[in-house]
């Protein structure tokens, strides 16, 4: 099916430097193998990293990460295969035989560029296999960016290296102006990766916020400790969504515990090495053994046997074992494995593992802590149950974080069944801890008197993710740029703007995966994006109706009506599943709510434009036909802004009108007045507003002296809707005034039979 949405991208953008010059150079022939073999490099080392291949360009190929399927990384991934690619193509170019002309001409020089950016995705593969396209700045960028790097060297933008500076090093900021960009950009050149034995480590140990609340878990896992000391080894599972604090828990109980001669070995499990087997074990050992890149062959060999020797371990096939896990491919003692078959080198090592941790238990005690299980392989799960066992009677207390896993599948079920297993489930903070992550970060980041109204806002809309309250403070913080700022409302934006760009990738990761195995316009994130438009709660009866009437439009496929019931349901069943949203009543007509705002506001903005119109203006039809039936007092606003969305500002300006007189009803002259400025403001917007309105002067309050001072001609130009919101406002201001002067007889005025009362009755709806 053809789609078209809008997203967070990561773009890489290759060319090969001088390749007019190789095509002089070079039989054709052999100009086509070195092409086709670049080509191949690209295509394998994208696909490694989880990218497409969006396109050709002459001998530029442009990669996407992020599209179809969303990661959370998606620009570190860009920028590993970005640096996977210059590797591999000189790694080729030395295995050329160098004496041969022909070789050298056919050495490949390449320059990439790295570019991050929301674009709008046109995917017309199902008609044309070249058929998608990305368009927004970052494409253009990487490709710029690609002509200002040197050879056989990437540059990356600011954005990209905003959200990958904890995964790489890089050299110093330097700016260079981009033909057709404003301005200069500052570019960075990424020169390999970071280390440090834990995500956590590398992205937030510099940063660390003040520790709140849990308590609780944190006296559970001393507890635990005190048992392990005395030789009782322990296993503890900390479950958790994504940024909910369990590495921070972690680490703040190691803090805790002070240096009391333990050993600490960390496990990092990562998505993209979910299918190498023990591939955590692998670099905690390289670490642990103390190699060093630089070292030779023969010498990390010679630590190998140290550290065996070391603790009592001489089995002959030891060595190789360990060298061929620590990836020490000329180690001479590997042909000792040739005997063995591949099972069974794979079990001699994961009990050679085990082996070594109790071996290490009876000297110290050890404390392995296996970060985000949710991506380890089957040989490290299979490892650490068996260590979990063999832990009963030492000193090995195991602490594996994780997030829960889909309906159905029960990865972590031999772990969870262990004799020795504690389970600690990481909730939600409250908003007062909440509060005190926003002030902390704002403390840090300079601003030390955030207004409260912003705390309040983004507290709320973090909904106790400690991630979600850094990420949205920080973004918050940056807009307002200067201290001015702050004393301002809340800045409200368009929804992608208040998402912060380092969760988006993860937020649309999370929609994404919903898609997987359904069809584009039935699938459960499709459902999710025409529920978002409804907002953060919606009935179901809404949703149904919604749906039978959204299936008109351009770009949306038509629901056939026998389908929909079955489809809707099916839909919001896995949206349960997978924790996007959640029932908050259980009536018959069950309203259900997105669980974090931020995973509503990234389903509505994922939404073509197009789209959100068309499904906005069904939606105001619908709820058009609601207000007939219910009391109107309530729906106004609600329609306002559902016409507002459609693309309907007149129609958004009548309600507003309509909403601001039912306020002056009942008295509320504050909320009266927002509701007629918000009508002014819109009606200025439409055609018929004057020149001076369009240019964006605020709204005034009161009669407009523009309206006294300017000619007729201009005068007449005001639409219906802006004089009336003028004079309504004229209005709010007298009874402010006659309330001040005379409280009892304006209270008179201001009932429905009064002065606003009677406005009322000249407007429309
Ligand atoms: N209890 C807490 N108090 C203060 N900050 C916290 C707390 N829990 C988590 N954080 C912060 O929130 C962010 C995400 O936490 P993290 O432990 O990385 O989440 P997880 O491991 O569950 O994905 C980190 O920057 C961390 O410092
Ligand atoms: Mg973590």
């Known amino acids: 099916m053809n789609t078209s949405e809008r997203r967070q991208v990561s773009v890489v953008f290759c060319d090969i430097v001088q390749s007019t010059a190789m095509s002089c150079a070079l039989e054709p022939e052999d100009l086509w193998a070195v092409i086709n073999r670049y080509r191949e490099t690209v295509r394998n080392t994208v696909r490694?990293?989880?990218?497409?291949?969006?396109?050709?360009?002459?001998?530029?190929?442009?990669?996407?990460?992020?599209?179809?399927?969303?990661?959370?990384?998606?620009?570190s991934r860009a920028v590993m295969a970005a640096l996977g690619v210059l590797a591999r193509v000189q790694q080729e170019n030395h295995t050329e035989d160098s004496d041969d002309d022909r070789s050298e001409g056919a050495r490949l020089r390449l320059r990439v560029g790295v570019a991050t950016g929301e674009v709008a995705i046109v995917d017309n593969r199902a008609d044309d296999p070249g058929g998608l396209e990305?368009?927004?700045?970052a494409p253009?960028?990487?490709?710029?960016?690609?002509?200002?790097?040197?050879?056989?060297?990437?540059?990356?933008?600011?954005?990209?290296?905003?959200?990958?500076?904890?995964?790489?090093?890089?050299?110093?900021?330097?700016?260079?102006?981009?033909?057709?960009?404003?301005?200069?950009?500052?570019?960075?050149?990424?020169?390999?990766?970071?280390?440090?034995?834990?995500?956590?480590?590398?992205c937030c140990a510099g940063s660390l916020t003040d520790f709140v609340n849990r308590a609780h878990e944190q006296a559970l896992l001393c507890e635990?400790?005190?048992?392990?000391?005395?030789?009782?080894?322990?296993?503890?599972?900390?479950?958790?969504?994504?940024?909910?604090?369990?590495?921070?828990?972690?680490?703040?109980?190691?803090?805790?515990?002070?240096?009391?001669?333990?050993?600490?070995?960390?496990?990092?499990?990562?998505?993209?090495?979910?299918?190498?087997?023990?591939?955590?074990?692998?670099?905690?050992?390289?670490?642990?053994?103390?190699?060093?890149?630089?070292?030779?062959?023969?010498?990390?060999?010679?630590?190998?046997?140290?550290?065996?020797?070391?603790?009592?371990?001489?089995?002959?096939?030891s060595v190789p074992l360990l060298a061929r896990l620590v990836?020490?491919?000329?180690?001479?003692?590997?042909?000792?494995?040739?005997?063995?078959?591949?099972?069974?080198?794979?079990?001699?090592?994961?009990?050679?593992?085990?082996?070594?941790?109790?071996?290490?238990?009876?000297?110290?005690?050890?404390?392995?802590?296996?970060?985000?299980?949710?991506?380890?392989?089957?040989?490290?799960?299979?490892?650490?149950?068996?260590?979990?066992?063999?832990?009963?009677?030492?000193?090995?207390?195991?602490?594996?974080?994780?997030?829960?896993?889909?309906?159905?599948?029960?990865p972590l079920a031999g772990l969870e069944a262990a004799r020795n297993c504690q389970s600690v489930t990481l909730d939600r903070l409250s908003r007062s801890h909440s509060a005190r992550i926003v002030s902390s970060v704002a403390r840090r980041?300079?601003?030390?008197?955030?207004?409260?109204?912003?705390?309040?806002?983004?507290?709320?809309?973090?909904?106790?993710?400690?991630?979600?309250?850094?990420?949205?403070?920080?973004?918050?913080i940056d807009k307002a740029g200067d201290r001015a700022l702050l004393a301002q409302p809340f800045a409200i934006g368009k929804p992608s703007d208040n998402i912060p760009e380092t969760l988006r990738d993860s937020l649309s990761a999370r929609l994404d995966r919903l898609r997987l195995g359904a069809a584009g316009a039935h699938s459960p994130k499709w459902v999710a994006q025409v529920a978002a438009c409804i907002g953060r709660e919606f009935r179901k009866t809404t949703l149904t109706r919604l749906f039978e009437k959204v299936g008109v439009g351009t770009t949306i496929v038509p629901v056939a009506r026998t389908d929909l019931a079955h489809m809707l349901e099916e839909a919001i069943e896995r949206l349960v599943e997978a924790d996007i949203i959640c029932p908050v009543t259980c009536d018959q007509d069950i309203t259900y709510r997105f669980k974090h705002a931020l995973v509503h506001d990234a389903a509505y903005a994922g939404l073509w434009r197009e789209d959100k119109r068309h499904i906005h203006a069904r939606l105001l039809e619908l709820l058009e036909e609601k207000a007939k039936e219910e009391t109107p007092d309530t729906t106004a606003e609600l329609l306002a802004h559902h016409a507002f969305k459609a693309g309907q500002p007149d129609t958004a300006a009548r309600y507003w009108l309509a909403a601001g007189q039912r306020a002056a009803v009942r008295s509320d002259l504050r909320e009266a007045r927002a509701c007629y400025e918000e009508a002014l403001r819109l009606a200025r917007r439409t055609a018929g507003g004057s020149a001076t309105a369009r240019?964006?002067?605020?709204?005034?309050?009161?009669?407009?002296?523009?309206?006294?001072?300017?000619?007729?001609?201009?005068?007449?130009?005001?639409?219906?809707?802006?004089?009336?919101?003028?004079?309504?406002?004229?209005?709010?201001?007298?009874?402010?005034?006659?309330?001040?002067?005379?409280?009892?007889?304006?209270?008179?005025?201001?009932?429905?039979?009064?002065?606003?009362?009677?406005?009322?009755?000249?407007?429309?709806?």
């Open 134 to 137: 990305l368009l927004g700045p």
């Open 224 to 317: 635990t400790w005190r048992r392990t000391c005395m030789g009782q080894g322990q296993l503890v599972l900390v479950k958790g969504d994504a940024g909910i604090g369990k590495s921070r828990l972690v680490r703040h109980f190691l803090e805790g515990i002070g240096d009391d001669g333990r050993r600490e070995i960390q496990l990092q499990c990562s998505a993209l090495h979910a299918r190498t087997a023990l591939h955590p074990f692998a670099v905690a050992f390289t670490r642990l053994i103390g190699l060093r890149a630089t070292d030779t062959q023969e010498a990390m060999v010679h630590c190998l046997r140290a550290f065996l020797s070391e603790l009592g371990i001489r089995d002959g096939y």
């Open 48 to 75: 490694v990293f989880g990218g497409i291949i969006c396109h050709h360009k002459g001998d530029g190929i442009l990669c996407c990460f992020g599209y179809p399927a969303s990661h959370e990384d998606n620009a």
């Open 695 to 765: 240019s964006g002067a605020a709204p005034r309050t009161g009669p407009d002296p523009a309206c006294r001072d300017k000619p007729r001609g201009v005068h007449e130009e005001r639409t219906a809707i802006e004089m009336e919101a003028l004079i309504a406002l004229g209005t709010v201001e007298m009874m402010e005034t006659l309330r001040k002067r005379h409280p009892v007889s304006a209270a008179a005025a201001l009932c429905p039979s009064g002065a606003v009362g009677h406005e009322r009755s000249r407007v429309a709806h």
């Open 445 to 476: 980041a300079g601003a030390s008197r955030l207004p409260g109204d912003w705390i309040t806002r983004i507290v709320e809309r973090s909904d106790g993710v400690p991630l979600f309250i850094e990420e949205l403070t920080r973004t918050v």
């Open 327 to 410: 990836n020490l491919p000329a180690a001479q003692c590997l042909p000792l494995l040739n005997i063995l078959t591949h099972e069974d080198i794979g079990q001699r090592t994961t009990s050679l593992l085990a082996t070594c941790l109790i071996a290490m238990s009876r000297r110290y005690p050890v404390i392995l802590v296996a970060e985000d299980l949710h991506w380890a392989d089957t040989a490290t799960l299979k490892l650490l149950e068996e260590l979990s066992s063999a832990a009963t009677d030492g000193s090995v207390m195991i602490i594996a974080t994780f997030r829960p896993h889909p309906p159905g599948e029960a």
């Open 140 to 202: 253009s960028l990487a490709a710029r960016l690609q002509t200002g790097a040197g050879q056989n060297m990437a540059l990356v933008d600011e954005t990209t290296f905003r959200l990958t500076r904890n995964d790489f090093r890089f050299t110093p900021a330097r700016t260079v102006r981009f033909k057709g960009f404003p301005g200069p950009m500052t570019v960075y050149q990424p020169l390999g990766q970071t280390c440090g034995p834990t995500r956590f480590e590398r």
